[in-house]
Protein backbone atom coordinates (compact mmCIF):
# COMPACT_ATOMS: atom_id res chain seq x y z
CA UNK A 1 0.00 0.00 0.00
CA UNK A 2 1.04 3.29 -0.73
CA UNK A 3 2.22 5.04 2.21
CA UNK A 4 2.96 8.50 1.23
CA UNK A 5 0.99 10.02 -2.15
CA UNK A 6 1.92 13.15 -4.28
CA UNK A 7 -0.70 13.86 -6.84
CA UNK A 8 0.95 16.53 -8.89
CA UNK A 9 3.72 15.02 -10.98
CA UNK A 10 4.11 18.34 -12.56
CA UNK A 11 3.42 22.23 -11.32
CA UNK A 12 4.24 25.48 -13.08
CA UNK A 13 4.01 28.72 -10.97
CA UNK A 14 4.73 32.28 -11.43
CA UNK A 15 7.48 34.04 -9.79
CA UNK A 16 6.78 35.34 -6.27
CA UNK A 17 3.73 33.52 -6.00
CA UNK A 18 2.56 31.43 -3.53
CA UNK A 19 2.53 27.20 -4.39
CA UNK A 20 1.29 24.90 -2.61
CA UNK A 21 2.57 21.18 -3.29
CA UNK A 22 0.33 18.10 -1.95
CA UNK A 23 0.94 14.82 -0.10
CA UNK A 24 -0.63 12.95 1.95
CA UNK A 25 -0.02 9.39 3.47
CA UNK A 26 -0.91 6.93 5.24
CA UNK A 27 -0.31 5.31 8.72
CA UNK A 28 -2.18 3.61 11.63
CA UNK A 29 1.26 4.45 14.37
CA UNK A 30 0.34 7.60 16.07
CA UNK A 31 3.67 8.56 16.49
CA UNK A 32 5.02 9.69 12.61
CA UNK A 33 7.33 12.18 11.29
CA UNK A 34 6.98 13.81 8.19
CA UNK A 35 9.71 15.55 6.07
CA UNK A 36 9.98 17.48 2.87
CA UNK A 37 12.97 17.34 0.73
CA UNK A 38 13.72 19.80 -2.36
CA UNK A 39 16.26 17.92 -5.10
CA UNK A 40 17.80 20.53 -7.65
CA UNK A 41 18.89 19.52 -11.33
CA UNK A 42 22.14 19.38 -9.81
CA UNK A 43 20.41 15.93 -8.06
CA UNK A 44 21.75 16.67 -4.05
CA UNK A 45 18.85 15.61 -1.66
CA UNK A 46 18.10 19.26 0.79
CA UNK A 47 15.81 19.11 3.89
CA UNK A 48 13.48 21.46 3.83
CA UNK A 49 11.02 21.02 6.99
CA UNK A 50 9.77 18.65 9.18
CA UNK A 51 6.16 18.07 10.97
CA UNK A 52 6.34 15.64 14.15
CA UNK A 53 2.68 14.25 14.64
CA UNK A 54 2.11 15.18 18.12
CA UNK A 55 3.24 18.47 17.06
CA UNK A 56 0.37 21.22 18.03
CA UNK A 57 1.85 24.05 15.17
CA UNK A 58 2.45 23.54 11.50
CA UNK A 59 5.98 24.10 11.12
CA UNK A 60 7.59 26.79 9.28
CA UNK A 61 11.04 27.12 7.95
CA UNK A 62 11.66 30.85 6.34
CA UNK A 63 9.33 30.56 3.42
CA UNK A 64 8.47 26.97 3.51
CA UNK A 65 5.64 25.92 5.73
CA UNK A 66 3.50 22.57 6.48
CA UNK A 67 0.20 22.39 6.12
CA UNK A 68 -0.35 19.98 8.54
CA UNK A 69 -3.74 18.60 8.46
CA UNK A 70 -3.59 15.51 10.83
CA UNK A 71 -7.79 14.15 10.36
CA UNK A 72 -6.98 14.27 6.64
CA UNK A 73 -3.59 13.30 6.53
CA UNK A 74 -2.51 15.39 4.54
CA UNK A 75 0.97 17.29 4.79
CA UNK A 76 1.01 20.10 2.37
CA UNK A 77 4.21 22.29 1.68
CA UNK A 78 3.67 25.77 1.16
CA UNK A 79 6.25 28.05 -0.27
CA UNK A 80 5.33 31.84 -0.31
CA UNK A 81 6.91 34.31 -2.74
CA UNK A 82 8.74 31.71 -4.99
CA UNK A 83 12.11 32.14 -6.40
CA UNK A 84 13.80 30.78 -9.91
CA UNK A 85 16.01 28.92 -7.43
CA UNK A 86 12.53 26.88 -6.14
CA UNK A 87 12.49 25.02 -9.44
CA UNK A 88 13.38 21.76 -8.55
CA UNK A 89 11.82 18.27 -7.82
CA UNK A 90 10.11 17.93 -4.23
CA UNK A 91 9.85 15.24 -2.33
CA UNK A 92 7.57 14.26 0.95
CA UNK A 93 8.42 11.30 2.93
CA UNK A 94 7.57 9.71 6.42
CA UNK A 95 8.91 7.79 9.14
CA UNK A 96 6.38 6.05 11.59
CA UNK A 97 7.43 5.46 14.97
CA UNK A 98 6.93 1.68 14.64
CA UNK A 99 9.22 1.71 11.54
CA UNK A 100 11.11 4.25 12.07
CA UNK A 101 14.56 3.14 10.96
CA UNK A 102 12.69 3.59 7.54
CA UNK A 103 11.93 6.49 5.48
CA UNK A 104 9.45 6.03 3.04
CA UNK A 105 9.21 8.91 0.13
CA UNK A 106 6.45 9.58 -2.06
CA UNK A 107 6.93 10.03 -6.16
CA UNK A 108 7.88 13.37 -5.77
CA UNK A 109 6.26 16.76 -7.82
CA UNK A 110 8.55 18.77 -10.25
CA UNK A 111 7.97 22.28 -9.73
CA UNK A 112 8.98 25.03 -12.61
CA UNK A 113 8.91 28.34 -11.37
CA UNK A 114 8.59 30.93 -14.83
CA UNK A 115 10.05 34.45 -14.69
CA UNK B 1 32.73 19.16 6.78
CA UNK B 2 31.82 16.26 4.61
CA UNK B 3 28.88 14.70 5.70
CA UNK B 4 27.86 11.71 3.70
CA UNK B 5 30.46 11.07 0.44
CA UNK B 6 29.51 8.58 -1.69
CA UNK B 7 32.03 7.17 -4.13
CA UNK B 8 31.57 6.64 -7.28
CA UNK B 9 29.82 9.19 -8.73
CA UNK B 10 29.17 7.58 -12.13
CA UNK B 11 29.40 4.31 -13.29
CA UNK B 12 28.94 1.96 -16.51
CA UNK B 13 28.80 -1.68 -15.50
CA UNK B 14 28.20 -4.57 -18.69
CA UNK B 15 25.41 -7.25 -17.86
CA UNK B 16 27.01 -9.70 -14.83
CA UNK B 17 29.66 -7.69 -13.58
CA UNK B 18 29.74 -7.00 -9.84
CA UNK B 19 30.97 -4.01 -8.22
CA UNK B 20 30.44 -2.15 -5.20
CA UNK B 21 28.99 1.34 -4.39
CA UNK B 22 30.62 3.41 -1.06
CA UNK B 23 29.62 5.38 1.22
CA UNK B 24 30.85 6.81 4.16
CA UNK B 25 29.99 9.43 6.99
CA UNK B 26 31.75 11.21 9.80
CA UNK B 27 28.98 12.04 11.56
CA UNK B 28 29.04 9.03 13.56
CA UNK B 29 25.54 7.93 12.73
CA UNK B 30 23.53 5.21 13.54
CA UNK B 31 21.53 4.51 11.39
CA UNK B 32 22.74 4.09 7.45
CA UNK B 33 20.63 3.49 4.22
CA UNK B 34 20.69 3.19 1.02
CA UNK B 35 18.05 3.96 -2.43
CA UNK B 36 17.53 4.02 -5.59
CA UNK B 37 15.69 6.52 -7.20
CA UNK B 38 13.69 6.06 -10.74
CA UNK B 39 11.80 8.22 -12.88
CA UNK B 40 8.31 8.48 -11.34
CA UNK B 41 8.50 7.00 -8.44
CA UNK B 42 10.28 8.58 -5.74
CA UNK B 43 13.30 7.18 -3.72
CA UNK B 44 13.06 3.49 -3.00
CA UNK B 45 14.68 1.92 0.32
CA UNK B 46 17.01 -1.06 -0.84
CA UNK B 47 18.85 -1.74 2.33
CA UNK B 48 19.35 -0.24 5.87
CA UNK B 49 21.02 -0.46 8.85
CA UNK B 50 20.43 0.61 12.92
CA UNK B 51 24.10 0.46 14.24
CA UNK B 52 27.23 -1.81 13.24
CA UNK B 53 26.59 -5.52 12.05
CA UNK B 54 23.13 -5.00 11.98
CA UNK B 55 21.54 -4.70 8.59
CA UNK B 56 18.12 -5.18 7.22
CA UNK B 57 16.29 -5.52 3.81
CA UNK B 58 14.27 -2.47 2.75
CA UNK B 59 11.52 -2.68 -0.21
CA UNK B 60 13.68 -3.79 -3.02
CA UNK B 61 16.48 -5.61 -1.98
CA UNK B 62 16.73 -8.02 -4.33
CA UNK B 63 20.31 -8.29 -6.59
CA UNK B 64 22.05 -5.92 -3.41
CA UNK B 65 24.07 -7.12 -0.40
CA UNK B 66 25.24 -4.94 2.36
CA UNK B 67 27.30 -5.09 5.58
CA UNK B 68 28.21 -2.71 8.09
CA UNK B 69 31.79 -3.99 9.76
CA UNK B 70 32.06 0.08 11.31
CA UNK B 71 29.74 2.95 11.87
CA UNK B 72 31.34 5.13 9.28
CA UNK B 73 30.97 2.67 5.99
CA UNK B 74 27.85 1.25 4.70
CA UNK B 75 28.68 -0.52 1.39
CA UNK B 76 26.72 -1.37 -1.48
CA UNK B 77 27.53 -4.20 -3.28
CA UNK B 78 25.76 -5.45 -6.46
CA UNK B 79 26.28 -9.11 -7.19
CA UNK B 80 25.60 -9.69 -10.81
CA UNK B 81 24.44 -6.55 -12.90
CA UNK B 82 21.22 -6.13 -14.44
CA UNK B 83 20.00 -3.56 -16.68
CA UNK B 84 17.14 -3.12 -14.15
CA UNK B 85 19.51 -1.63 -11.86
CA UNK B 86 20.24 1.38 -13.62
CA UNK B 87 19.34 4.10 -11.53
CA UNK B 88 20.65 6.68 -9.14
CA UNK B 89 21.76 5.89 -5.72
CA UNK B 90 21.78 7.66 -2.59
CA UNK B 91 23.37 6.84 0.93
CA UNK B 92 21.55 8.33 3.71
CA UNK B 93 22.58 8.04 7.19
CA UNK B 94 20.58 9.41 10.21
CA UNK B 95 21.43 10.30 13.62
CA UNK B 96 19.11 7.94 15.78
CA UNK B 97 17.90 5.03 13.82
CA UNK B 98 14.19 4.85 16.08
CA UNK B 99 13.52 8.63 16.57
CA UNK B 100 10.92 9.79 14.40
CA UNK B 101 12.19 13.37 13.86
CA UNK B 102 15.54 12.50 12.75
CA UNK B 103 16.77 14.71 9.65
CA UNK B 104 18.28 12.18 7.09
CA UNK B 105 21.76 13.04 5.49
CA UNK B 106 22.28 12.07 2.01
CA UNK B 107 25.35 11.81 -0.68
CA UNK B 108 25.21 13.72 -3.62
CA UNK B 109 24.62 10.04 -5.54
CA UNK B 110 25.78 7.67 -8.02
CA UNK B 111 24.71 7.60 -11.33
CA UNK B 112 24.50 4.02 -12.46
CA UNK B 113 24.14 2.34 -15.71
CA UNK B 114 24.03 -1.22 -16.75
CA UNK B 115 25.00 -2.01 -20.23
Known amino acids: AQKITQTQPGMFVQEKEAVTLDCTYD???????LFWYKQPSSGEMIFLIYQGSYDQQNATEGRYSLNFQKARKSANLVISASQLGDSAMYFC????????????FGQGTRLTINP | NAGVTQTPKFQVLKTGQSMTLQCAQDMNHEYMSWYRQDPGMGLRLIHYSVGAGITDQGEVPNGYNVSRSTTEDFPLRLLSAAPSQTSVYFC??????????????FGQGTRLTVV
Open chain 1, 27 to 33: TSDPSYG
Open chain 1, 93 to 104: AMREGKGAQKLV
Open chain 2, 92 to 105: ASSASAFRVGTEAF
